[in-house]
């Protein structure tokens, strides 16, 4: 799936600012997020991850060797480069967290960005929100255009590093189950 620019756009809107419910696509997925860390830190670590992220798709051309990367988080920055002694403890935990369930190797950070190329058809994922479910527990929402599978071990690097502890999904879910997350 490609990203179109407006699109990228609007899941950055998404990233602060909820979406009504009846602009909310049929189907959703959504991932189950145990968290070793306050949800709000939580919240707010996959989100300022997400915004450069999605500010380097609409500003930065992908044909280049590097992508600019002093806007990155330096936590993540640092997980996802490997120098243990500045990864803090909740990325480094979420760092062997994936290596134990993905069965595989921490995303490289410049590998990681790419994912986010508007004319690359890698990311099947598109960001909706994220909602609390209990004590130390959210669940991410992403739009996939109706897929149940697809490319998202990204999504699940990020999740696992901002301090996951579990991460299970996707599951493909009907949108009046955010509907219901989201009611006051």
Sequence with gaps: ????????????????????????????????????????????????????ALDLAVSESFDGDDLPVDAIPEWFAAASRGSSATIPEFAQHGKDRYAAAIKGGAWELQEWLFQFDPDSEFRGWAWWDLTRTGEGKVRIWVDTWGES?????????????????????PILVRTSDWVSAVAP
Excluded at 34 to 50: F, G, H
Excluded at 159 to 167: I, Q, W
Aim: aromatic share 8%.
């Design 1 to 52: 799936m490609l990203h179109e620019i407006e699109d990228i756009e609007q899941e950055k809107r998404r990233l602060t600012h909820r979406q009504p419910v009846q602009e909310a696509p049929p189907v959703l997925c959504a991932f189950d997020v145990l968290t070793n860390s306050p949800v709000e830190k939580y919240s707010a670590r996959i989100r300022s991850v997400l915004s450069t």
């Design 149 to 169: 599978f697809f490319a998202c071990d990204e999504l699940r690097w990020l999740a696992y590093t901002a301090g996951g502890d579990e991460v299970s999904g």
